[in-house]
């Protein structure tokens, strides 16, 4: 199995480049993100409370999120037999230590993490225009500012915890589209 982590900071182009993934890989895509704002869409109770979280630019609780992780793992066996896109999960070290629990008692593991590096300037300016174009809610600047503090705070450690592992690899995320997948590609192929 292929076990791809699609790491980055909010705007670093995970969405974008997971949908390049998937059309070059055979392999299941999870955004936690889509998944919440699915169950917003819907109406669920899950909705509603990680709503609260996401308008204010706080992550939702680990316990809830890795839960359900294990729920979409679960229900897409078949699916994800090739391997799976991570796209915003893992965000906390809570939550890679999970996964790694998770991947190990299902006898796979994390091939490699991309890591999409844009500097804070690009990333808000994306977001911004992002929140125009789709009417995202997050994407205004009042909860920009806070996602980033999330995400230098809690999900940036992960850098250094996968860069132990051996699994990192930074990949510039500034430029055309294409070119960073060509990055990505190689990256992706070193570990295939
Ligand atoms: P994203 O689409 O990945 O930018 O996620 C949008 C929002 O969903 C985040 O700002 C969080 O509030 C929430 N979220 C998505 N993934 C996670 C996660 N792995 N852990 C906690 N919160 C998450």
């Given at each position: 199995m292929l076990n791809i982590v699609i790491f980055g900071a909010p705007g670093s182009g995970k969405g974008t480049q997971s949908d390049n993934l998937i059309k070059t890989y055979n392999l299941f895509h999870i955004s936690t993100g889509d998944v919440l704002r699915d169950n917003i869409k819907r109406g669920t109770e899950l909705g509603a409370t990680a709503k609260a979280y996401i308008d204010k630019g706080q992550l939702i609780p680990d316990d809830l999120m890795i839960g359900i992780l294990a729920d979409v793992l679960d229900s897409n066996k078949e699916a994800a037999a090739q391997g799976v896109i991570f796209d915003g999960?893992?965000?906390?070290i809570a939550q890679a230590e999970a996964l790694e629990t998770m991947l190990q008692e299902r006898g796979t593991s994390v091939s490699t993490v991309i890591g999409l590096e844009v500097p804070e300037e690009e990333l808000i300016e994306r977001i911004i225009l992002r929140g125009k174009q789709t009417?995202?809610?997050?994407?205004n600047m009042e909860t920009v500012k806070n996602r980033l503090a999330v995400y230098h705070n809690q999900t940036s450690p992960l850098q250094a915890f996968y860069k132990e592992k051996g699994l990192y690899q930074a990949i510039?995320?500034?430029?055309?589209i294409e070119e960073i997948f060509d990055d990505i590609r190689r990256a992706v192929d070193a570990v295939k």
């Open positions: 999960f893992p965000r906390t009417g995202r809610t997050d994407d510039k995320g500034t430029g055309k």
